[in-house]
C-alpha cells in the first residue's frame, strides 16, 4: 500500500519541480505552488555537473538539457592573457559514461524544459501562490494558501529555496543561512573555445562554461565585506574592474563591459551565502528538500545537483519504506553525506581563496570532492 495518496509541493525550483516528476510517476497526487507568477529564475547561466546530468536523466530531461546546452570534456586551463597551459580531461561519472562530463545551460531554459516536464507527468501547478498557514494531525496536513483556498495532504515538502518560509514551520531554531565572505558575478558571452576554461590571473580566477553552441557565461567570485545591495546600473563598471588583471578574450569582454558594446550580456551579481542543516528534516508530514537545508556556494557547481538527487531520493525513500515516519529519516540519513560533502568542500574552497591559501589545498578539495560525487548515490 502507497505510503501517501496526495502531497503538496511548495516552491517551484529544480528541487520541487523534479520531486513533482518522481512523486507523479509513482501515482501520486501533485500540487505545486510557486510564489513567482512567471515562474521564471535570474538569466544566468548554471553548470550541469557529470553526477547532476546522471540524476536529470533519471528524472527524465537529460535529453532536452543536452540538446539546448552546451557540453564539454575537459577543462582548458589558460594564462591571464588566454594563452593555454593545460588541458584536464574531466573523468566520466559511474553510471553515466555515455554523457558528456559536464553541460551548462541558461537557467530559464532549464527551468523550462523542468516546468513542461512537470506539467507532462501530471501535476497540479499554481503560480503566484504560497501558504498562509498549516497544521497538521496523525493523518493529514491542513493548509491554507495565501489566495485563501484550503487543500488537505498526506504530506508537504518545503523546496522553497534558502530563505525558505516552511523552514520557520519545521526548524523553527534555525538563524538561517550565512555569508560566506564572496560575491559571485556572471555574465552571458560568445562562446570561443570547445571545453570549459579557467583563466589564471595573479590575484583572481575567471571561468567560461559553455551554455549553447554558441554562447558561453563568464563567472568570477569576488571577495566581500558583507551582502549589501548593488545597484545592477553599476554591475558592469564592478565586474569590468574585476576583470582588470586578464588579456586576451577576458579582456575584450572587460572592454566591451566598459564601452556597452558586449551584446545582452545578463549580467547577474549574488552575494554567497550557505548552510548545512543537520537532519531529521522533517516534522511530522512537513518535510524540507533542497537548498532549504542544504544551500551550497557554487564552488563545486553542484548545489542544483544536490537539490535533484535530494528529490530521488526522498522519492525512492517514500515508495520503497513502510512508514512515513522510517521514510523521511531514510531520506534525510541516505542525502546527507552527499549534501554536506558539496556544502563543506565548497565551503573550504571559498575560505583558501579568501586567505589566499594553499593551492595544493584547494585542488586536492576539488578533485576529492568531485571523485566522490561521480560515484552512484
Ligand atoms: C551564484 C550561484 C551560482 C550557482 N551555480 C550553480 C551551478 O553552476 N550548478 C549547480 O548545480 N548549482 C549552482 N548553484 C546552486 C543552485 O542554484 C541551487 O542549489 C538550486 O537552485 C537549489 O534549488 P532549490 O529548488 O532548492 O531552490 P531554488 O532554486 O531557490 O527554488 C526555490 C523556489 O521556491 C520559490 N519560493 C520561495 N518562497 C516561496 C513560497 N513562500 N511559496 C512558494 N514558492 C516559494 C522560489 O520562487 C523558487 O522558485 C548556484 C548558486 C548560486 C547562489
Known sequence: MALINNALIIG????????????????????????????????????????????????????????????????????????????????????????????????????????????????????????????????????????????????????????????????????????????????????????????????????????????????VLDRREGMDFIPPEQWPGKLAELLEEFGGQVGEIRQGLLDGSLPNPRLLYRPLAGHMIKGPWHKGRIVLLGDTVHATTPHLASGAGIAVEGAIVLAEELQRRHSLEGALLAYAGRHYDRASLVVRASGRLGEIEQSGGSLEEHTRIMVDAQAALRAPI
Open 12 to 219: 517551484g525550483g529544480i528541487g520541487g519541480m523534479c520531486a513533482a516528476i518522481q512523486l507523479s510517476k509513482q501515482g501520486i497526487a501533485v500540487d505545486l505552488v510557486e510564489i513567482n507568477p512567471q515562474w521564471a529564475p535570474d538569466g544566468a547561466g548554471i553548470t550541469i555537473s557529470g553526477p547532476t546530468l546522471r540524476g536529470l536523466r533519471q528524472i527524465g530531461i537529460v535529453e532536452q538539457v543536452l540538446e539546448e546546452g552546451g557540453t564539454w570534456r575537459a577543462i582548458d586551463i589558460c594564462d591571464a592573457n588566454g594563452n593555454l597551459t593545460r588541458t584536464v580531461a574531466v573523468p566520466p561519472t559511474i553510471g553515466a559514461e555515455d554523457l558528456p562530463a559536464a553541460a551548462g545551460v541558461l537557467r530559464p531554459v532549464l527551468a523550462k524544459i523542468l516546468a513542461n516536464a512537470t506539467e507532462r507527468a501530471g501535476a497540479r501547478i499554481r503560480l503566484g501562490l504560497s501558504f498562509q498557514g498549516m497544521s497538521q494531525d496523525e493523518q493529514g496536513v491542513d493548509v491554507t494558501f495565501s489566495d485563501g483556498s484550503h487543500g488537505r495532504y498526506d504530506l508537504v515538502i518545503g523546496a522553497d529555496g534558502v530563505n525558505s518560509t516552511v523552514r520557520k514551520l519545521v526548524l523553527p531554531e534555525h538563524p538561517g543561512p550565512v555569508f560566506t565572505g564572496q560575491g559571485s558575478w556572471r555574465a552571458v558571452v560568445p562562446r570561443r573555445r570547445e571545453n570549459s576554461t579557467v583563466y589564471m590571473g595573479k590575484t583572481t580566477k575567471a571561468g567560461m562554461n559553455p551554455i549553447s553552441a554558441d554562447e558561453c557565461y563568464l563567472f
